[in-house]
């Protein structure tokens, strides 16, 4: 998509391999994104928190899965008593 932003399509609809400026001849070929934030504030807090629940949500279905398991091994321990 940033690729696309800055290089362009070509007549096939495909991302251009490089930009030129034509008023120095200034060729460039490939971009390096080390980063990428939304602009609007509000939009960089809902992606926080949308991350931040998925994190819990999938902690605690490992937790959840965890304590299956454990209460799983201790009726089967009990059951071989």
């Known amino acids: ?14 991302v251009k391999e490089n930009f030129m400026f034509t008023n120095n001849n200034l060729v460039v ?5 080390q980063r ?9 807090e809902s992606l926080q928190k949308s991350v931040t ?12 899965a965890a304590k299956k398991e454990a209460n799983q091994k201790e009726q089967e321990a009990k059951g071989s008593l």
């Open 1 to 14: 998509m940033i690729r696309k932003a800055i290089f362009d399509l070509d007549a096939d609809k495909k």
């Open 29 to 33: 070929t490939n971009v390096d994104i």
């Open 36 to 44: 990428v934030e939304p602009v609007d504030s509000s939009t960089k």
């Open 53 to 64: 629940l998925a994190i819990e949500t999938t902690t605690q279905m490992q937790e959840s």
